[in-house]
């Protein structure tokens, strides 16, 4: 099934603004839509990271002096929040999945524009009124988390705003995931099958299967809780009778897919990225789907293993160590396809690439203190430190931020027509790179020696590696100049992009930069092998590029 938009000079299409008002519109156009979820993204990524910086000046020193205690924990709590629900979640599947799907299935726009709309604009009031908790009577301070009895103890208002605000997300996430699903499975171009689609869109349709089943498991278990604060209900309160393990068990039961909701995705970008700036064919195709799928299965049954350390009974712990273990293999597999996807490429290292390339080392290392996190007596010893501390952000930064900028040099291009200038790009990445290595591998170091993680004040002996990590924070800070001085300048200024400056095969680079509101002039391209690179007689791909 394909469908057919009515042609852009319909009356009602003149009442839409144009220019650069229509990103602040209710605009349908799938496109716009990614772009919004984007800028939105990054602009709260700029809130986050400040954020950030407090964080880390206030542990430069072992006293807790640039803030007071409370506040420490708001700045953490907003900080947490802000990361996953207001910029990685949004960006890697809102903002690249609404570009990119429609173009990848051959459609004209997504399978429900409307709702695709909604989901967006849920997210700039949550995120505005998440932040303005702060100046009502303090932000909330139980962390991301918000374990009770923790969040049922701290001041209500902050809370239940905290609350609402993930409500209003999670129902944006869940609008989103239906509308993916929908668009992979019945929008697709006639002619193309579900093994010929981009990996992306097996990374997506994974990721939003996770989305629709474990989202509203959070939405039920936050409603619960907000029971617990305001009518003081005794579901999760314990001097009420309730039980605090039950919130842990649902709130991981969501919270480990989300881990997969922030790294699939990620995924499914570097597997388009790879091929086309080494000129080959992305590795084992097949596999790579059965891995997205296997990770998808089994990312919904090892929700324990952060629990370990809860009172868990043993047979508990030896099926969560288990599953866990096993969640390894199908990410090693996509690990040796994108290295094998390389090999004897002809590699260009260009800024897109680089990205691409330290997600694959950040992420191996992150997944190594995975797996050994997954390991109870390892464990044991470690929770609730710094170590962990380390772990995920070597997943989330090291793996689906520096994916978000490869993005953004790969398709920049598309979505202006103008290039980004490489030089500066590759030193965007250099500083990233140190920054962020500095300012997390010795925060593994503090784990093991014992520094807990949430606190503003920890034992002087460790007084010198955070300052070391502190420097590392700031030269990542730093480092987003280059990156917005070159976004400026290149929309202002930059070489033109032409349609397909990197000569790839997938559909949205077989039509103008940027692409018209239909997408293609004429009809959809139909593209059999998205990744027939370097393979001269390619004859499917010969057709699909006439
Ligand atoms: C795929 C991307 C991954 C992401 C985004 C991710 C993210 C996270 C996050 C956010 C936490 C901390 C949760 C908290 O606030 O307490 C965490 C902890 C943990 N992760 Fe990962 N992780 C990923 C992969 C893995 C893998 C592959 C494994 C094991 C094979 C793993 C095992 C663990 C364990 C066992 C903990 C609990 C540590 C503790 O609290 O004691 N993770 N991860
Ligand atoms: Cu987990």
């Not at 981009?198 to 907000?226: E, K, N, Q």
């Not at 969501?254 to 570097?270: D, E, K, Q, R």
């Not at 690990?335 to 694959?360: D, E, P, Q, R, Y």
Request: aromatic share 14%; net charge neutral.
């Amino acid at each position: 099934m394909t469908i057919s938009l009515k042609p852009s000079n319909s009356p009602q299409e003149k009442l839409q603004p144009t220019g650069w008002l229509k990103y602040l519109s209710f605009s349908l156009d799938h496109k716009v839509i990614g772009l919004q979820y984007l800028v939105c993204g990054f602009l709260f990524y700029l809130i986050g990271g400040s954020l950030a910086g407090a964080i880390r000046v206030e542990l430069i020193s072992p006293l807790s002096d640039f803030m007071p205690r409370e506040v420490y924990n708001q700045v953490l709590t907003l900080h947490g929040t802000i990361m996953i629900f207001l910029w990685i979640v949004p960006v890697v599947n809102g903002a690249f999945g609404n570009y990119l799907i429609p173009f990848y299935v051959g459609a004209r726009d997504m399978a429900f524009p409307r709702l695709n709309a909604v989901a967006f604009w849920l997210i700039p009031p949550s995120g505005l009124m998440l932040i303005t908790s702060y100046f009502i009577n303090g932000a909330a301070q139980s962390g991301w988390t918000a374990y009770p009895p923790l969040s049922i103890t701290t001041p209500a208002a902050g809370q239940i705003i905290w609350i609402l605000s993930v409500l209003l997300l999670g129902g944006s996430s869940i609008f989103g995931g239906i509308n993916f699903i929908a668009t992979i499975l019945k929008l697709r171009r006639p002619g193309l099958k579900l093994m010929q689609l981009p990996m992306y869109c097996w990374a997506m349709l994974g990721t939003s299967i996770l989305v629709v089943l474990s989202t509203p498991v959070l939405a039920g278990t936050l409603i619960l809780l907000s029971f617990d604060i305001v009518a003081h209900t005794g579901f999760f309160n314990p001097s009420l009778g309730g039980n605090v393990i039950v919130y842990q068990h649902l709130f991981w039961f969501y919270s480990h897919p989300a881990v997969y909701i922030m790294v699939l995705p990620a995924f499914g970008l570097v597997s388009e990225i790879l091929p086309i700036h080494s000129r080959k064919p992305l590795f084992g195709y097949t596999t790579m789907v059965f891995s997205i799928m296997g990770i998808v299965v089994l990312g919904l049954v090892v929700w324990a293993h952060h629990m370990f350390t809860s009172g868990t009974p043993p047979w508990m712990r030896l099926f969560f160590t288990i599953a866990t273990a096993f969640i390894a293999v199908p990410t090693g597999i996509k690990f040796f396809n994108w290295v094998a996807t390389l090999w004897g490429g002809k590699i260009s290292l260009n800024a897109a690439m680089l990205f691409s390339c330290g997600f694959i080392i950040n992420f191996v290392l992150g997944g190594i203190t995975g797996v050994a996190l997954a390991q109870v007596p390892f464990d044991v010893h470690v929770h609730d430190t710094y170590f962990v501390v380390a772990h995920f952000h070597y997943i989330v930064y090291g793996g689906s931020v520096f994916v978000i900028f490869s993005s953004i040099y790969h398709w920049f291009p598309k979505f202006t027509g103008k290039m980004l200038n490489e030089n500066l790009g590759r030193f965007h990445f250099i500083i990233t790179f140190i920054g962020f290595n500095l300012c997390f591998a010795p925060q593994h170091w503090l784990g093991l020696n014992g520094m807990p993680r949430r606190v503003a004040e920890y034992d002087p002996q460790f007084q010198l590696i955070n300052q070391i990590s502190s420097v590392g924070a700031l030269l990542m800070a730093l480092s987003t100049l280059p990156f917005l001085w070159n976004i400026l300048q290149s929309i202002l200024y930059g070489n033109e992009a032409g349609d397909n400056p990197w000569n790839a095969l997938t559909p949205e680079w077989l039509t103008s930069s940027p692409p018209p509101v239909e997408n293609w002039e004429g009809e959809a391209p139909l593209v059999l092998e998205p990744y027939g690179y370097g393979e001269k007689n390619s004859k499917n791909t010969q057709e699909s590029m006439k």
